[in-house]
């Protein structure tokens, strides 16, 4: 954990006493939430959890159930995977005792886990041991020409139900196991990339379901929430029709700032900076939230979301989170908490009173 000095401390203790607004984290690991509980984070705002399946043995075994079109298969893939994801959210929960902790269902663009070179192919059906035809065929079925606008998100967890399944238990299973260890636990479960109602339908009723075996297996029950990211622009246009199925949203102004400007977040080098040379833009988009395009999404979907469903709770988990003056539009916004990485937790926690006053002296 970082060394903070005690003079900070007390300054930041001042910050606080003026600002209303939460500041969250974005951590997948244990380590990188206690360091931003240090910090004042109050809770994690997202925990991606597909950088978890990346590590080690893991891998192997997300690419063997990807690799299969055998429903039982893919299965059996999953229920080797769920002890791992276990182990990473009970951590999580242990460091965030009395905290929320928001955890989003997987999100990868699908070709991050397919081979991709011939070489690849080859050593991967070698390894399951089936036939470089069968892995030839399964990559050509599932590659995409644009996967951040394909198979990824809640598109996956509604085409393969079981993942959803399983990282349903795991979160479950591991805020019980939790419980049952003393923490206060909050699960927060959040399904990514929804443009519509009945996405989020689907999902949630996936979720629950599983629950309700979870909790009959483990002979007691939890409290959890689920809500959905606003980071399609259609999502944010029909934010009516999905409150009513939301515990709470969370802008994810990184992809809705992606597909609103139709700007590659992923290629932000190329012609950005000559754009922002001649002030065709004024700032990058991706790192200070655009209020006229957008904020404007999001005032939108706060608005109608908040009056389809009184209550609503409204966070942001992109990266303009940690941004100052995109944090003052979220608190003008009236959102409940901004969620950004851990070094970035005492500027947001700055930058929330900080609006605060100026919203005091404009009164
Ligand atoms: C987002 O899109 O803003 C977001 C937080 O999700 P990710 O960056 O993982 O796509
Ligand atoms: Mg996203």
């Excluded at 011939?118 to 070698?126: F, G, M, P, Q, T």
Aim: aromatic share 8%.
């Amino acid at each position: 954990p970082p060394k903070l000095s005690n003079d900070f401390k007390k300054f930041m203790k001042w910050v606080d006493e003026f600002r209303d607004m939460k500041v969250r984290t974005n951590a997948d690991r244990a380590e990188d939430a206690t360091k931003a509980k240090e910090f004042g984070a109050e809770g994690i705002g997202l925990c991606r959890t597909e950088h978890m399946f990346f590590e080690g043995e893991r891998i192997v075994e997300v690419r063997r159930m990807i690799m299969s079109d055998n429903e039982k298969e893919r299965r059996e893939s999953l229920a080797r995977l769920l002890p791992y994801q276990k182990e990473d959210f009970l951590g999580l929960f242990k460091a965030l005792d009395g905290d929320p902790v928001t955890i989003r269902l997987l999100d990868p663009p699908l070709h991050e886990f397919l081979p991709h070179t011939e070489d690849e192919k080859k050593d991967l059906a070698k390894q399951f041991g089936i036939s470089y035809r069968k892995v030839k065929d399964r990559v050509a079925a599932l590659d995409e020409a644009n996967p951040m606008l394909g198979h990824r998100g809640c598109r996956l967890g509604i085409t393969f139900p079981e993942i959803t399944e399983m990282q349903t238990r795991a979160i479950l299973e591991a805020a019980i196991e939790a419980k049952e260890q003393g923490a206060v636990v909050l699960p927060e479960i959040m399904v990514p990339l929804i443009g519509s109602g009945d996405e989020l339908i689907d999902q949630k009723n996936v979720i629950k379901e599983t629950a309700e075996k979870v909790f009959k297996d483990k002979g007691t029950r939890i409290d959890y929430l689920i809500g959905t990211m606003i980071e399609v622009p259609r999502a944010a246009l029909v934010a009516d029709e999905i409150a009513p199925h939301a515990d709470f949203f969370s802008f994810g102004t990184n992809d809705l700032t992606q597909m609103t400007f139709g700007f590659s977040r992923d290629d932000i080098g190329k012609f950005l900076p000559d754009y922002l040379e001649r002030k065709i833009v004024l700032h990058d988009p991706f790192q200070t939230l655009d209020q006229k395009g957008v904020g404007k999404l999001v005032a939108e979907a706060a608005d109608l979301g908040r009056a389809t469903k009184p209550g609503l709770k409204l966070g942001i988990c992109g990266e303009h989170g940690g941004d100052p003056e995109s944090i003052a539009f979220c608190y003008k916004q009236g959102l409940d908490y901004v969620s950004c990485s851990p070094f970035r937790v005492p500027i947001a926690r700055l930058a929330a009173a900080q609006e605060a006053i100026a919203q005091q002296e404009n009164k």
